[in-house]
């Protein structure tokens, strides 16, 4: 592996380590601070950052010249507009460990899923790694004592992860045919606008406060704006496969960040079903023979 290679995988492991500090910022938000609001401002604001380091790297300026699929970009901005909510309310819900494994866990499955139905056979690796994935989500279950689980959390973060894999899958050709800062600056922007009303009625006086201004900042600053651009400097000299295995530092992250600093309490089933479904999320890692992005593991993340 040469140096430029290791530097480049750097740049997509720093980025998946910035993405699984999202669920403990937000238990750091003052009370009152809505999901909705705080998945709201985190798109919207880390957005437009993208579009502003756009014009510093001359991006924006060939925007007119680049050709954008319409409906692509319509259901890559819905799906990211759904999953703030979803995701920010099962972490609320079912804790930053539990909510983000599950989310995690279940946009491979989604994202294998759409793709048979869109008519591609799934692989011998995708069924393999997707039954063990699945039988870590339950034996995750059998422990959910250990974890502060509610039904609507689930199936949000579920709906989180369903959400991830249709923006994936819609920003495969937007990826092709432009810039990815731009590109999903736009996206994230007009995602955000789209979920303005989803503030109204709700209390936004909290994040005028000194830890409402932080929390809103590192969501929008480093998860969205410093990590997305990190991704697409790495992604670019890294294959799909091997970028999908160094993004499983965000879910371990979260995991980590749930037991120790914010002491969610973990069984050892519920160890044992972490660990299972990291053995599915790395079976869908690997790298073909064809080097090939395999079915049901995407190429980014929301």
Request: glycine letters at 12%; proline letters at 3%.
């Amino acid at each position: 592996m040469s140096k430029t290679n290791t530097k480049y995988k750097l740049l997509i492991l720093l980025g998946a380590i910035l993405w699984g500090t999202t669920g403990s910022t937000q238990q750091l938000a003052p009370s009152g601070l809505s999901s909705q609001t705080i998945g709201t401002l985190r798109i919207l604001l880390g957005g437009l950052a993208l579009i502003l380091l756009s014009f510093t790297n001359g991006e924006f300026k060939n925007l007119k010249k680049m050709y954008f699929n319409r409906r692509l970009l319509t259901i890559a901005i819905i799906s990211m507009a759904a999953y703030q909510p979803f995701f920010f309310t099962g972490i609320k819900m079912t804790g930053i460990a539990f909510g983000t494994l599950i989310g995690i866990g279940s946009s491979p499955i989604f994202s294998g899923l759409i793709d048979i139905v869109l008519g591609h056979r799934p692989s011998k690796k995708w069924i393999v790694a997707n039954i063990v994935s699945l039988s870590g989500c339950i034996i995750l279950f059998i422990g959910k004592s250990s974890f502060d689980v509610n039904i609507i959390g689930v199936v949000s973060s579920m709906a989180a992860g369903l959400s991830y894999a249709v923006f994936v899958h819609s920003t495969k050709g937007l990826y092709k045919d432009g810039r990815r800062i731009i590109i999903n600056g736009l996206i994230f922007t007009i995602g955000g606008i789209l979920l303005i009303p989803t503030m109204y009625g709700q209390n936004i006086s909290p994040i005028f406060t000194g830890r409402g201004i932080l929390v809103i900042l590192h969501l929008c600053l480093i998860t969205v704006t410093l990590a997305y651009s990190l991704f697409a400097l790495g992604i670019k000299h890294v294959s799909s496969s091997e970028s999908v295995t160094l993004t499983l530092a965000e879910p371990l992250t979260a995991s980590l960040l749930g037991i120790f600093a914010f002491r969610e309490s973990v069984t050892l089933i519920s160890v044992i079903g972490i660990i299972i479904l990291f053995i599915g999320l790395l079976i869908n890692g690997v790298p073909d023979k064809s080097d090939r992005l395999s079915l049901g593991t995407p190429e980014g993340h929301i």
